[in-house]
């Protein structure tokens, strides 16, 4: 199969216009998941010639998409190390950050890395080839409680006991090492609890929701007194962590309160949970899950 597309970015303009761009002066973005860099085109386009942009992606594939221009820099990492590389490159703070969690195109198209039902291939789905655990592992070497466990939380399975049990039962017999296999050794309602399977695996393989935790805390570091944090989100999972962080400061929500009461947080909240337009899902139908949330750091 040919690939002609890395990823449509989701929201675009949505997406900028939450950065608010300033021009007229100098600025520092992190785009904490390049991809294939339609969103970090967006924002040199509408910034400053002093400005710099950040681009974080722990694919090596996403390195060939890496834009010509002595304002950008691409950084290969996960984004839970964002702060460290910051350091690195001697920035304090930033004027905005990006994180759009969605899968790329690449990766569910790309048949051999094992993202997709849709096609037979090793199961893999390690964003970063550079790891070691891979789905196989976590079919093949989790316990079945364990199994239980990351149905349950990343599929939002009900019956995961008794997909874990089916799972145990088909390895026992012969190791689980390609996504058809997987597919053949339990019985789903249809196309959407697969899809659920698949995400539940991939969640933990990456370790999605403790990165995006880790991800989020160095934001309200890096951000200046003003700068933008700007997030898209894909399942009730990472919204509901999004949601928290920016309404609180912490993902779980809780809001602590000085002694006269008024709420205590480092965000005041621009955009509680923007969906795409229709004219945009009519042309790239994966935007239908895509939920925008944008927060300001608060001045101290």
Same mark, same amino acid.
């Given at each position: ?111 051999? $890395?094992? &993202? ?7 199961? %893999?789905?390690?964003?970063?080839? =550079?790891?070691? !655990?891979?789905? *196989? ?58 899809? $659920?399977? &698949? ?7 990456? %370790?999605?929701?403790?990165?995006? =935790?880790?991800? !989020?805390?160095? *934001? ?81």
């Amino acid at each position: 199969m040919e690939e002609t597309v890395y990823h449509i970015p989701a929201m675009l303009s949505e997406v900028l216009d939450g950065l608010c761009i300033d021009k007229s002066k100098p600025q520092i973005f992190v785009d904490a998941t390049f991809g294939g860099g339609g969103h970090s085109r967006g924002i040199i386009e509408r910034m400053g010639e002093q400005s710099r942009l950040f681009g974080i992606d722990q694919d090596i594939d996403a390195y060939a998409n890496r834009i010509d221009d002595r304002r950008f820099t691409f950084v290969r990492s996960n984004f839970r190390y964002m702060a460290n590389f910051m350091d690195y490159y001697g920035v304090q703070q930033v004027d905005g950050i990006l994180a759009d969690l969605g899968v790329s195109f690449h990766h569910f198209d790309a048949a051999e $890395r094992g &993202f997709s039902f849709r096609y037979d291939a090793p199961l %893999d789905m390690r964003m970063n080839a =550079r790891q070691t !655990l891979s789905a *196989a592992d976590v079919v093949n070497n989790y316990s079945e409680e364990e199994l239980a466990r990351v149905l349950y939380l990343y599929g939002e399975f009900r019956e995961s006991r008794a997909i874990a049990r089916q799972i145990a039962v088909k390895r026992s017999a012969q190791a689980i090492q390609t996504t058809q296999q997987l597919q053949d050794s339990i019985r789903l309602k249809d196309k959407q609890d697969y899809a $659920r399977l &698949f995400q539940a695996l991939r969640i933990e393989v990456n %370790d999605e929701l403790g990165a995006l =935790r880790e991800l !989020l805390q160095s *934001a309200t570091q890096l951000l200046a007194p003003g700068g933008r944090l700007v997030i898209l989100t894909y399942h009730s999972l990472e919204d509901r962590i999004v949601k928290n962080f920016m309404r609180s400061g912490n993902t779980e929500g809780t809001i602590e309160k000085d002694f006269y009461g008024n709420p205590l947080t480092p965000f005041r909240v621009i955009e509680k949970g923007r969906t795409a337009s229709p004219e945009e899902v009519a042309n790239n139908p994966r935007a239908r899950s895509a939920k925008l949330r944008v927060a300001e750091k608060i001045e101290n």
